[in-house]
């Protein structure tokens, strides 16, 4: 009798098998491709600087920038259009026209 019901168990197991083994074979439905905003980012204002913070001014807004790459204290008092990406808070400048 053990061995009826291990044969038996067996099929069932196999059936099963083959049953959730046609499921692989559904296509599924393809995502459409995504367009992410570009992280760059332009802003025209007047630089300010503060203390060792420098801020852009814009319709009474400030933004707070920073740059590895150009030195923004010089533009202080000027209007400027500055390009870079945001991290935070903090617009790191990339480039000042």
């Known amino acids: 009798m053990k061995k009826?019901?291990?044969?038996?168990?067996?099929?069932?197991?196999l059936g099963f098998g083959v049953l959730l083994g046609g499921c692989a074979g559904i296509p599924t439905v393809k995502q459409p491709d995504v367009v992410a905003e570009s992280p760059v980012v332009s802003i025209k204002g007047m630089v300010s600087v503060s203390g060792d913070k420098i801020f852009i001014l814009k319709d009474y807004?400030?933004?707070e920038i920073t740059s590895?790459?150009?030195?923004?204290k010089q533009y202080d008092g000027q209007s400027v259009e500055v390009t870079g990406e945001f991290s935070?808070?903090?617009l790191y400048v990339d480039e000042v026209n």
Do not use: C, M, Q, Y
């Open 68 to 72: 590895r790459k150009v030195d923004l």
């Open 88 to 90: 935070g808070t903090t």
């Open 4 to 13: 009826k019901t291990n044969v038996a168990l067996f099929l069932v197991v």
């Open 61 to 63: 807004i400030s933004t």
